[in-house]
Each structure stands twice: as structure tokens, then as C-alpha cells.
Nanobody
Framework: QVQLVDSGGGLVQPGGSLRLSCAASRFSDDVYSIGWFRQAPGKEREGVSCLSINDGVTYFAGSVKGRFTISRDNAKSTVYLQMNNLKPEDTAVYYC?????????????????WGQGTQVTVSA
């Protein structure tokens, strides 16, 4: 099973930027997609973005579209989430996961591998 390590969270002021990283133990033939999810206290987990490894197609939740981008570095087996114009409502623990898909929203598959999570706090 693929191991994921996510990092890059922190405290940032509204309007600021952060870049999250998700380092995978490998990009193999059985890793089709990697995405980002977040969970704020007292709220359900939300799919943020999903990237298809093979063709580069990307998907975004409406709440982050136009502010977040997702990219990959195959040589480093790493996926990045660039977050710009951050808002207080973006505050959450962010997790990367394999086996994401678009079903009118970003969802995680039953057999997804998950990172340990990284805290993002947007506050003045």
C-alpha cells in the first residue's frame, strides 16, 4: 500500500498563501489519483481537490476553485496543493489521499491511503 506524508500547514493571515506537499512512497501503476481533503472541527470531511496522475486532469470543490491549484512532481512522487487568497473558513486539518474521484464533488475511494494530516489555520 502506498504511504503518504503530508506537510506544509501553518498559521497564515487572511489573503495569504500556503503550499501543502504530499510525498508518496511511490507513484506506481496502481496509483491513479491523489487528492486533498479537509476537516474542520465539528464538520464533516470535505473533498478539496483531486488530480489524475496519468492525464493530469484536476477537480476542485466550488469553495476553493480559482484560489487553489494542484500539481505533481513525478520525479519526487509528490503532489502539491497551492492555496492562495486564504480565508478563515479554509481553517482545517488537510489530508492527502489516493484513490480520489469526481462525483459532482471530490470523494475518496474505499481503499484510499491517507496522509497523517497537516493543520492549516487562517487567522488575523
Amino acid at each position: 500500500q502506498v504511504q503518504l506524508v503530508d506537510s506544509g500547514g501553518g498559521l497564515v493571515q487572511p489573503g495569504g498563501s500556503l503550499r501543502l506537499s504530499c510525498a508518496a512512497s511511490r507513484f506506481s501503476d496502481d496509483v491513479y489519483s491523489i487528492g486533498w481533503f479537509r476537516q474542520a472541527p465539528g464538520k464533516e470531511r470535505e473533498g478539496v481537490s483531486c488530480l489524475s496522475i496519468n492525464d493530469g486532469v484536476t477537480y476542485f470543490a466550488g469553495s476553493v476553485k480559482g484560489r487553489f491549484t494542484i500539481s505533481r512532481d513525478n520525479a519526487k512522487s509528490t503532489v502539491y496543493l497551492q492555496m492562495n487568497n486564504l480565508k478563515p473558513e479554509d481553517t482545517a486539518v488537510y489530508y492527502c489521499a489516493t484513490d480520489c474521484a469526481w462525483r459532482n464533488k471530490v470523494v475518496a475511494g474505499r481503499y484510499a491511503s491517507w496522509g497523517q494530516g497537516t493543520q492549516v489555520t487562517v487567522s488575523a
